[in-house]
């Protein structure tokens, strides 16, 4: 198999019988040439399957990029490609088109895609910070170049942020699950470094100080280990000669593996989650919930406005969660 060349401006001039100039003209300043030099510029655009270089005619203009870059985590969560999608629609409102870049939550991945980004002249990057310190922003930001940061504040980096209410989510939940009657409650996340995660715990343990009830480390895995799998985790977990009547799984991986972990036990814990995915309505799994959709659109606008005022203070948001009672989490002790 033979791969054929990429036409190219002139080749269109050539074959539509006007100058390059013109064929320019017709992708740039169409109302400035007849509708018959049109017709056969785009006629012979579509014969040779000619696309125009949007992004470098912009910055000949003298113009920026229309392009924003996204870097999330792996693609198979749900809440990342469900982000993605609040994004995109934002930006599609206001011209912008999205281009997404995947880090495998690694530093390493961050940083490299990032680079790739940035060479592509993006109009803002916007990301989830998976490194401990993103300052190698810092002179493209000075640039110009707005970079937002989701879900996670970025570390040593001027930068604007949308992320949840974490402590107050995983409060609610101790809590709730404390009025059911437990007082072994386990709380269990990985990767326990994120900054999700810290929040998340610090809540958890301040809503069992606030019961009287002292935090126990038997009952706690957290964990920065991409290879436990989650089921693993929460069966070891159950099978200690006192197990906890109640777990909270700090996302939405690990609620998953909880629930093979806990399928077949005659008497389940109490169990909930963070972050709500497909089905857990179905399987009666009680979340805290909260709209990644929104919060994608948030952090779409907010990277609009520093577009049009790079200068001006930073900008924190924070989404409020909710406990959604399904059924797992309402269990009394067994």
């Avoid at 510029?41 to 992004?55: C, E, H, T």
């Avoid at 343990?205 to 038997?218: E, K, Q, S, W």
């Avoid at 909930?272 to 959709?293: C, K, M, N, Q, R």
Wanted: aromatic share 4%.
């Amino acid at each position: 198999m033979t791969v054929q060349t990429r036409a190219t401006l002139q080749d269109v001039a050539r074959l539509a019988g006007v100058s390059a100039k013109t064929v320019s003209r017709v992708y740039s300043q169409r109302e400035l040439v007849s509708p018959e030099t049109v017709e056969r510029v785009m006629a012979a655009a579509k014969r040779l399957r000619f696309r125009p270089n949007l992004l470098a005619q912009s910055l000949r203009r003298g113009g920026g990029s229309t392009t924003v870059g996204f870097i999330m985590g792996e693609l198979l969560n749900p809440f990342y490609s469900t982000l993605a999608a609040g994004i995109e629609r934002e930006l599609a409102a206001h011209g912008f088109t999205l281009i997404v870049a995947t880090t495998d939550d690694s530093v390493e991945g961050e940083s490299r895609v990032a680079d790739i980004l940035l060479s592509q002249r993006v109009a803002a990057l916007l990301m989830i910070p998976v490194g401990e310190d993103q300052s190698y922003l810092e002179g493209e930001r000075q640039l110009g170049t707005p970079v937002i940061a989701i879900d996670r504040p970025a570390r040593d980096l001027v930068a604007d942020s949308v992320v949840l209410a974490n402590r107050s989510g995983a409060h609610e939940a101790t809590t709730a699950l404390v009025s059911h009657g437990h007082r072994r409650i386990a709380y269990v996340c990985n990767p326990a470094s994120a900054y999700t995660q810290t929040e998340r715990v610090a809540g958890y343990r301040a809503a069992l100080a606030d019961a009287g009830i002292a935090p126990d480390p038997r009952w706690e895995r957290l964990l920065d280990d991409a290879s436990a799998a989650p089921e693993s985790v929460v069966a070891d977990l159950l099978a200690q000669p006192e197990p906890p009547t109640a777990i909270i799984a700090g996302n939405n991986r690990v609620c998953i593996g909880a629930l093979r972990a806990i399928r077949d036990r005659p008497a389940p814990p109490a169990l909930i989650g963070f972050d709500d995915f497909e089905t857990a309505d179905i399987l009666g799994v009680s979340v805290v919930g909260h709209d990644p959709v929104e919060m994608g659109r948030r952090a779409a606008r907010l990277a609009v406005e520093r577009m049009a005022n790079p200068t001006g203070f930073t900008t924190q948001v924070e989404l409020p969660t909710r406990l959604i009672a399904r059924g797992s989490g309402e269990r009394p002790p067994a």
